[in-house]
């Protein structure tokens, strides 16, 4: 048995297939205030490990919109009002580990600063 540790403090991003950020307005419009999107997943090095975390993500939000008139012109705005991440499951070096509370919030955390 191995044992590997995982500091998630200096843990770099080096693949992956999910939805960022600068994308999340973009979706609540087309998907009319909130959408769902599972199979995503982050691969990370970690000293020389390869850690790979997937995923799913719900996001929330709304649209807002003003005609405006004569004065004004037309104003809209898109708030994401709140994001939903689930770790799935957690692989290092192709290897599962048990997806403990802990582990699961510590990759919430990082997924969360890198979307």
Known sequence: MTTATINTK????IDGDFVPSSQFENEIVEHEGSFYESE???TFNQNGLEVTVS?????????????GDYFTPPYS????SSV???INKVEIDEFEVE???????AFEVVIDKLV
Not at 10 to 13: R, T, V, W
């Open 10 to 13: 200096d843990i770099k991003l």
């Open 40 to 42: 995503q997943f982050m």
């Open 55 to 67: 995923y799913e993500i719900c996001v929330d939000g709304y649209t807002t919109y003003d005609a």
């Open 77 to 80: 705005s898109v708030e994401v």
């Open 84 to 86: 939903d991440i689930t």
């Open 99 to 105: 997806l403990t509370p802990e582990l699961a919030k």
